[in-house]
Structure formats: structure tokens, C-alpha cells
């Protein structure tokens, strides 16, 4: 209990010291160091403040343009690659895929090697906007004009529909399936898929 009478006797005194301030900074009293003193005290705190509030500001500012600074290079360090590029890169992965195969010693590699390269002659014809239903129909849909490996491109054609059509009958040798995918690889340089 006596800590709450000593709390409770030193409000007034509090306020009587608030209200000494406040008659002196008006003029309307006798403590006019005190009132000096306060006027000096927030004069020199408003002063810090100001310099604080710049310094935080160039801080902030500072801080704000290197942020915008660093995503910009990160974006262009780790940005998303153009459709194109990531179209290519599947291609090319594909196409590396089709190339292992084909460097194989086992014939099933090799037919593997040749279906799949004809899978991808038929995406890229179909994305070049040639019609038909299957590869066959897309090349004769084609303009040899405009396609200069169209020879090449029924040639590997041709080994694929043996393949796919005489099954295991089909001999396939080291020789035809490297021509083949040879074949396949000039079609797929002409259209920049490789």
C-alpha cells in the first residue's frame, strides 16, 4: 500500500511540473528556465530528428535502387528463357536422346532410334504448320521448293514404315540406321530444330 500513496503523491507533482511548462512557454509564469530549458531540449530533439529522418530516407532510397538493381541482373542471369529457346532445348534433348540410341551396338536401340526421330519429324512438321494426319501425308502436303531435305525426310520415312510394318522381320543393319538418322538429323538442321 505505501508504494501505491507514494505513486499517488507523485502525480500532482507531475502535473503541477506540466503545468509550470506550459506557463512558462506561454509567458504566463515563473519558471521560465524550465520553460528554457524544454524550448532548448525539443529544439535540439526536433533537430536530431530531422537529421535522422534524412539519413533513414538516403537509406531507404539507397537501398530501394540497389534492390531494383540486383533483380534487373538476376533477371537477366536467371530469367526464363524465350518459348523458342525452351522448345529448342527439348528438341535438342530429344534429338541427343535419338543419337544415343543410334550409337548402340544392339539393333532394337538402332529401331528405337529411328521410330523417335520420326516421332520428332512429326512435331516439327506439324508445328511448321504443314497438314495431314501422319508424316506421310505432312510431306506430300509439303512444297519441295521450300523444303530442301524433303527427299531425305520420305527416305527416313520409309525405313520407319519398314520398321514399324515388318516388325522384327525388318533386318536393320548399323549402316541403314546411321544413314537413316543421318537423314533425319539434315531435315531437323534445315528446320533449326537441332
Same mark, same amino acid.
Given at each position: ?38 524550448? *532548448? ?8 530528428? #530531422? ?5 533513414? /530516407?538516403?537509406? !531507404?532510397?539507397? %537501398?530501394?535502387?540497389?534492390?531494383n538493381q540486383i533483380k534487373h541482373e538476376e533477371h537477366h542471369m536467371m530469367g526464363t528463357i524465350a518459348p523458342e529457346q525452351a522448345e529448342q532445348q527439348v528438341e535438342n534433348s530429344r534429338w ?7 550409337? *548402340? ?8 532410334? #529411328? ?5 520428332? /519429324?512429326?512435331? !516439327?512438321?506439324? %508445328? ?39 516388325? *522384327? ?26
Amino acid at each position: 500500500m505505501h508504494t501505491a500513496a507514494a505513486a499517488t503523491a507523485s502525480i500532482p507533482n507531475l502535473g503541477e511540473i506540466v503545468i509550470q511548462l506550459i506557463a512558462g512557454l506561454t509567458g504566463h509564469g515563473g519558471s521560465s528556465s524550465i520553460a528554457a530549458t524544454f524550448v *532548448s531540449i525539443w529544439s535540439i530533439v526536433t533537430a536530431v530528428s #530531422i537529421l535522422v529522418t534524412f539519413f533513414l /530516407l538516403a537509406v !531507404i532510397t539507397y %537501398a530501394t535502387i540497389r534492390l531494383n538493381q540486383i533483380k534487373h541482373e538476376e533477371h537477366h542471369m536467371m530469367g526464363t528463357i524465350a518459348p523458342e529457346q525452351a522448345e529448342q532445348q527439348v528438341e535438342n534433348s530429344r534429338w541427343h536422346h535419338v543419337a544415343s540410341l543410334v550409337e *548402340s551396338s544392339q539393333e532394337n536401340d538402332w529401331r528405337q532410334a #529411328i521410330i523417335e526421330a520420326d516421332i520428332m /519429324l512429326d512435331d !516439327i512438321l506439324g %508445328a511448321r504448320g504443314y497438314q495431314g494426319v501422319s508424316v506421310g501425308e505432312k510431306l506430300k502436303s509439303a512444297d519441295p521448293t521450300r523444303f530442301h531435305t524433303i527427299r531425305d525426310a520420305w527416305d527416313a520415312h520409309m525405313v520407319r514404315n519398314q520398321i514399324a510394318h515388318q516388325g *522384327s522381320e525388318y533386318q536393320l543393319s548399323g549402316a541403314i540406321a546411321y544413314r537413316t538418322i543421318a537423314k533425319y538429323k539434315n531435315v531437323f538442321e534445315e528446320f533449326h530444330a537441332i
